[in-house]
């Protein structure tokens, strides 16, 4: 098959990931590969598992998380009865990961500020085992209708879904979350391969336009956090624009933001950037991290975590 990637993209590339290109153009032509977690707020994982293979599917650990598995072939589980039911969820292998790095435990208080459609929410709530406080906040009324629905199929009890604009969300809530996932709507250069139209019609404008969008809901999801807690940010995109620049603005403006050492194993992936195209960022995002397809195998990603000292 034939990608179709607009000149100002296969420029950027070209600068960006050099003799890798072929590789990623290559991730581009596949599908992604068919992961899902079980869902243990209904169904202990073992007997889940004997389930799958009682209906012949072959089920291979993910590696580089803690809950996510393979399963073949492919096509078979989004459709069966095991997923209407909300014991397994169907999700991008790196979209797991995500969570795993926000270090949750029952009893915690977290914000997923851009929650819809609710893959990283409801695996959140699975992280908490009813204990605590989920709030899974959305600025879009359609989306919400997704996220209420995956929510209560993976039956959510300790959820509450919240329509409003998270560039302001924050600061109405100021220091109250143990924990803050900033999933930000991006341009999604990680995930073209779902969707070749992203590919097609990007240009810098589009990163710089987002840009503005992801530095204000970083911000106003760091305000929400409480002193010693976690928020991680993520993309499922490359530009430095969208990932460096929105962070580096946070750890220059705040004095109390500490980036972590994700510590991530059994995946590849590059370090942050320090400088590109002659902008210089934070000497903090060497510790964040770009996962691209050809590093995964599925989704590309990235991310960084933060801690708010005190």
Partial sequence: MSVKISDDLLSFFRDFVGDRLDDLIYCYSKPLPEAFRVNTLKVRKEVCLELLKD?????????FTVDGFYAKPEGVLSVSLWHML???????????LITDLLEIEPGC???????????????????QAG??????NDVSRTRLKA?????????????????????????????????VLVDAPCSSLGIGMKDWTVLKYW???????????????LFSGYSALKKGGILVYSTCTFHPYENEMVVSSLVEKHGDAEVVQLG????????????????????????????FPYQSGAEGFYVAKIRKRG
């Avoid at 909300?86 to 797991?96: A, F, I, K, L, N």
């Avoid at 204990?131 to 899974?136: D, E, P, R, S, T």
């Avoid at 240009?203 to 809901?217: E, F, G, V, Y």
């Fill in 203 to 217: 240009n810098p404008k589009t990163s710089i336009r987002l840009a503005r969008l992801q530095t204000n809901l």
């Fill in 147 to 179: 996220l209420a629905s995956n929510m209560q199929r993976c039956g959510v009890v300790n959820g509450i879904i919240t329509l409003a604009d998270g560039r302001r969300f924050g600061y109405r809530h100021r220091e109250f979350f143990d924990r």
């Fill in 109 to 127: 208080r977290v914000l997923d500020l851009c929650a819809a459609p609710g893959s990283k929410a409801t695996h959140i709530a699975q992280k």
């Fill in 86 to 96: 909300g014991y397994v969820y169907v999700q991008g292998p790196v979209s797991m």
């Fill in 264 to 291: 991530l194993q059994n995946i590849e992936f590059d370090n942050g950037l320090e400088e590109w195209n002659q902008l210089r960022f934070s000497s903090e995002m060497k510790k964040t991290a770009r996962i």
């Fill in 55 to 63: 209906e012949g599917l072959d089920v291979v650990p993910v590696p």
């Fill in 131 to 136: 204990k605590g406080v989920l709030v899974a």
